[in-house]
């Protein structure tokens, strides 16, 4: 495998209020009600490249929170009577800002939590400005439906804002994961709340600052910083809350679910997987192994990303020997280095689990092909992309969402076996599948327990599409109108025909 050295730490001031992180000046104090908020405390955030701290960030708890759902109730009426046109064309500013904004954000989020520079810089922030654009496009198009005549009564159904909406997010993708919410939420006219992941908090302070500028008014979007029991569990457990979207693992979802069922708040959860890649013997073999190796870009998490392939018998030896092949010629280093593949892992923590993973999936008959452990050139957080067979059914391996660079390989006979091993999970929040029949595609995507489906493509998302997960993926769907039903309360007011004085 290629390598490259992770460089020195860039130069990080870690004192005070304000933390330069690769030339960008990031404040560390949450954002409440339009102002910077310090707390007594602080946490230190550290970097996957090379484990130093980059930033001491002001540790949230119930205070803060409860200081700021209290703005973003008292922003809440304003902003909610606000014209939809008045609202879209200041998240239209934001999306501006965030544009103007790209270099800035790529390199802090790069080596915040350790993602690829290149895939921000092309893809991710871009993306997190479209999600501002496209629903503020959206909610101007959509919010005001035409009335209906049901048996002579005139019926009008509006999307009223709700109120307050929380969101707290994941480290794998935080400006993403949380500005895929906050766009349709404040277009729809609610005011937010945001609780950054503690392993990556720093680009959700530079979005406070893009809102500012663009004129959105103070209280209308707030930031909280903090751990996840300290900062999260509160916000959670709100009475102020009116919605609540949590994006992160199963366990803590369990968590957040009981404290907002105390205040009845609706919930919307995108949560992890275990997702199947099926590749049928029909399928071309040169995309099926492109797919697979793609699988491994970053450092492997991405709650979408396919942890088991499943692979026609008469096709899985050659398959398993390219992709082995093609995933040891990755480039594993720096990811501020525009040709690396495959990054470091954002934690020590999550670096034991994937050393754990594998040790037990070992011990569970399973063989380890490609990598299996530590990349010892690199050293730090660098685990090698690692690709497991052999591993007995219904064993941890094959079950257990993994969130790191290790993907197993099964075979099958049949459609329908293949059918019934990619749905043996609890998990259903994607699956891709490579196939040259198109009758078969259809079959199979039908048959398939999961919210997304790709067919003979990967990562292929539309921001007007439904997307969330079946079983222990989430509950509800989020993307387009889904977005509006969820951070909206839909009312239908019935005029009737008689009873007008004129
Ligand atoms: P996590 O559940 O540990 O943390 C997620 C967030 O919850 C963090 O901000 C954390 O501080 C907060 N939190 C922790 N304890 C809390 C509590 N008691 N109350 C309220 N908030 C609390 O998840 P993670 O390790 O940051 O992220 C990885 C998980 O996220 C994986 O399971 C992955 O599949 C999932 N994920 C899902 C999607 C999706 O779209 N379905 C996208 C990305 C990641």
Redesign the pocket.
Known sequence: MTQHAPGASSAADASGDVAVVEGVEVDTRHWIGGRRVSSATTFDDLSPIDESVIARVHAGGADEVNLAVTAARAAFPAWAALPVAERSAILRRVADGVEARVEELSRVETRDNGSLIRSHRRGVMPRVAMNFRFFADYAEEQLGHPDMEVRGHRERVTYDPAGVVAI??????PLM?ATWRIGPALAAGNTVVL?????APLTASLLADIMAEAGVPDGVFNVVQ????D???P??AHPGLSRLA????????S??AA?AARNVVPLSF????KSPYVVFGDADLDLAVDLAVEQFDNAG????KAARMLVHSSLVEEFTERVVAKASRLTQGDPRDDDTDVAALIHRR?FDQMVGFVERAKADGARVLLGGGPNADLGGLYFQPTIIVDAPPGSEILTE?V?GPITTIESFDSEEEAVALANDTRFG?AATLATGNPDRAERVSAALDAGTVWVNCFFVRDLGAP???NGR??IGREGGIWSFDFYTDIKNSVFSPTGWKE
């Open positions: 707290i997010t994941p480290w794998n993708a994961l609780k950054p992941p503690e392993w903090g751990l996840g029991a900062a999260g569990a916000l959670t949590f994006t992160g693992s199963v366990p803590t979802a968590l957040v404290a995108e949560l992890g997987g998490p991405g709650c979408l999550q969402e969130f929040l997307f969330g997960g993926s989430g």
